[in-house]
C-alpha cells in the first residue's frame, strides 16, 4: 500500500502544487483576454487610416491629427438655407462662418450657399453666382468640422415640403437679444419639424454675431481653397521669390541663389489699401467713429513700412491691391532703397489673373499675403484681419503668444497705425474676443498679443 501511494503521489501533484498550476492558468487566461481586448480596441477605434475621433461615456480618443475634436454630432435629417452671399472674398468667409454658427446653433445641416463671384453688392440682380465648392474644398471642409459644423448638399432634402420660412429682422429696433430669440425659438418642435429652415432677408455678413473669435477661427481653419486656386498662387509665390532672388544676386556678388533655394528667399506682402471704393468708406467711417487711425495714403504706407528692419534688403515687397478699383497709377513710386514694389502686372502674372473673376483673384491674393514672410495690412479691413487672424493662430499652435521684437516669428503690421519708432504697430489677432466686431469691421486696438490659452488650439 505504501508503494502504490508513493506511485500515487508520483502521478498526482499535492494540493500546493494543484493550487500553484490553477494560479498559473489564470494569469495566463487573463493575460490572453488583455490581448484579445487590445486587438478589439484597435479594430474598432482605428477601422481605417484618417480615423479622427470619438466620444465614449465623456471620454475621447485623438488620433495623431490637427482635426479638433467635437463631442457632438450634427443633424443629418435637418437643414438650413440662408441667401446667396455677397461682398468682398472676407466679408463672404465672415458671413458663411456666420451661417454655419446660426446652422450649428440650430443642430441643422447648413446647405452649400451661393457665393458671389463679382463685386456687385447693390444690385443683387447683377450677382454672379458661384457654388461654394467652386472656391473653397467641400470634402475636406466637413473632414476637418466633423462634429462642429457639417455641410450639406440640395440632394440631401428628402421631401419637397414646404419651408419654414425665417425672416430675419433688421433696423436700430432689431437687437442682438431680439435676434438670439428668435433663433432659439426655432429649436421648439413648431418649428423644429421641418425639416429646412430657410432664412430670407439681409445678407448674412449683416446678422447679429453671437459666438466667439475662436468659434469663428474653427470654422476659417476648415476652409481650404480648391487646388487650382492654391495652385495659382503658388505660382505667383515662385514668381515673388525668383524676383527676389535675381535682386539679391545683383546686389551681393557671393550670394547666387541657386534653383533649388528660391522658395526660401523671403517676401514682404503689402494689402495696400487706396482703392477709390476704400478711400469713400474709409473717410465716412473715421467721420462716424471721429477717429483718424482707419485711412492711409500712399506716402503714410512707403515710409512706415521703410521703418520695418526684420529682414535683410534688398526685398520684394508685393503690393495686393484690386486692380479694377484702383485710380492712383503711382503706387511702384516713393519706396525706400531696397524695397522693390510689384504688383501683378509688373511682376509678370497678370494672365494668371485675368482669366478668373474678382472672387478668385482676390483669394490668389490672399493666399500670397498669407504666407508672406512679413504681412502689413489696415486693421480696419476684413481681409487684412483675416490674414493675421489665421497667421496668428499658426503662431499660438506652434507656442509662440507674442511676435514683438527682431526676432518675432511671421510678424504682421498695421500700417493705419503708428507703432514703435514711427513705424506700422505690431498685430496678432486678440483670441480672447467674446465677438467678432474687431475682424467684421475693424479696431484701433491691436497689439503683438494673442490673449489666448495656447493650450486650446492644441
Known sequence: MRKDASSMSMDFPNCRQLTH???NSVVWKLVLLA????ALKTVILHPFPGFWWIQQKGIHWTAASTTPAFQSSVRKDKFLEVPQIA???NNQKIAFARACLTARLLNR?????SLSASLFYKEVELLEAVAFDKIFQFERFNTMCNGFIRLGRYSDLLNQAKPFEL???SGRKWTKEKDLHQLEQCKEDSVDKFELIQIVGKNPFLWHDHWPVTDYAKIFECMSFVEEIEEEAVKVISKIREVGAKARSESFAHDHTSGSLIQSVPYIAVHMRVEKDWMIHCKKLEQRLNINQICSNKTEITERVAKISVLQKPIVVYLAVADSLLEDNSILSGWHQGLLPFEKKKL??????KKYPYLVQSAIDYEVCLRADVF???SYSTFSSLIVLERTLKLIKIGVARSCGRDARLPSYAYNIVGKDGGPQ????????????????GTNNVSCESKVLQSKWK
Open 21 to 23: 498550476c490553477n494560479m
Open 35 to 38: 490581448l484579445i481586448l487590445f
Open 87 to 89: 461682398w468682398g472674398l
Open 109 to 113: 445641416t447648413l446647405l452649400m450657399p
Open 167 to 169: 425672416q430675419k429682422g
Open 348 to 353: 509678370g502674372v497678370w494672365d494668371i489673373y
Open 376 to 378: 502689413i495690412g489696415n
Open 426 to 441: 505690431s498685430w496678432m489677432t486678440d483670441f480672447s474676443a467674446s465677438n467678432l466686431q474687431s475682424i467684421s469691421y
